[in-house]
């Protein structure tokens, strides 16, 4: 597929979106917002890619919103709306999208593409890399998702002090705070991510893509309800050709040949 702004492929079971408009440090126009929203959709439907990893070109992974394109929108445009039909849907898109995404996170996050690097499932960070609530520089609150994200990833406190001081944090740090899961020579990011997407796609990804399901619900539920989903959610993985291959691979000691199925 084609894009103006990103970058997008599908090999060896893995789709790779990245954004690129390396500079304006990958600023999101409404051009980068709707094609990457497009993309995510298109892995979504492809059988062939069974993990997706998101990256930006050059020196950042996104610099969030393009505030030349904010400015030129004037004080008509709403902003509400350009959330609701924006970022809004590409944030509900990697949430609820039922395939592992790995955020390899090359360079600073900022603002909305701190937001977008949060709906990752998971974030490997060169160790280059920052993350940087912009908002308040300009005026703003968090948006995209970060109010809903950052504290159950880091806790309120740490949340709320990035909001305010929109301080960058390192990767050192968002490491010991849990906001990555791993930090890698910034030169071994691109092998590293696509080695880690590699091996999920390999992996059990009907099973994977309902653990995604269950744990996102499972944060707006009861322990009662919780424990009644994963049961309903178990049934279905448990009829799965995976779970037939995996308990078969384990008797007859051999690796398992998982499809997805
Ligand atoms: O509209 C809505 O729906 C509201 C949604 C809002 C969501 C948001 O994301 S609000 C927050 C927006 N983002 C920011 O406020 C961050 C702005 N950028 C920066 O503060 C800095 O660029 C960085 C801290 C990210 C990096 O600094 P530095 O010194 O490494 O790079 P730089 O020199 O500032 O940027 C390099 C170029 O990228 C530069 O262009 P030039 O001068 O070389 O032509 C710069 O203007 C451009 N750039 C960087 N970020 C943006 C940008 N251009 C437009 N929009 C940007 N966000």
Redesign the pocket.
């Known amino acids: 597929m084609t894009y103006e702004t990103i970058l997008y492929e599908v090999a060896d079971g893995v789709a790779t979106i990245t954004l690129n408009r390396p ?3 990958n ?2 126009n409404d051009a980068m917002i709707g094609e990457t929203l497009d993309a995510l959709k298109a892995a979504a439907r492809d059988d062939a890619a069974r993990s997706i990893v998101l990256t930006g070109a050059g ?2 992974f996104s ?8 400015q030129e ?1 004037g004080e008509g445009g709403s ?1 509400a709306e ?2 609701r039909h ?2 809004h849907r590409v944030v509900r898109q990697m949430v609820t999208l039922e395939k592992p995404i790995v955020g390899a996170i090359n360079g ?1 996050a ?4 701190c ?1 977008v690097a949060l709906a990752a499932d998971m974030r490997i960070a060169a160790d280059s890399a920052s993350f ?1 609530l ?2 308040s ?2 005026g ?1 609150i968090p ?2 998702g970060v109010n809903w994200f950052l504290p159950r990833i880091i806790g309120y406190s740490r949340a709320y002090e990035m909001a305010v001081t929109a301080d ?1 944090v390192s990767a050192a740090t968002a490491l010991e705070w849990g906001l990555v899961n791993r930090v890698v020579p910034a030169e071994q990011l691109p092998e590293i991510a696509a080695a880690v997407a590699r091996q999920l796609a390999e992996g059990p990804t009907l099973a994977f893509g309902l653990t995604k399901r269950a744990m996102q619900r499972g944060w707006g539920m009861s322990l009662d309800e919780a424990l009644e989903y994963e049961a309903y959610l178990q049934e279905v993985a448990g009829r799965s050709a995976d779970n037939r291959e995996g308990i078969a691979a384990f008797l007859e000691k051999r690796p398992p040949n998982f499809t997805g199925r």
């Open positions: 500079s304006k440090l600023a999101f020196r950042a610099s969030g919103q393009d505030l030349a394109a904010f929108r902003i350009h959330l924006g970022y600073i900022a603002g909305a593409g937001g940087m912009a908002f520089r300009i703003l948006d995209s960058r």
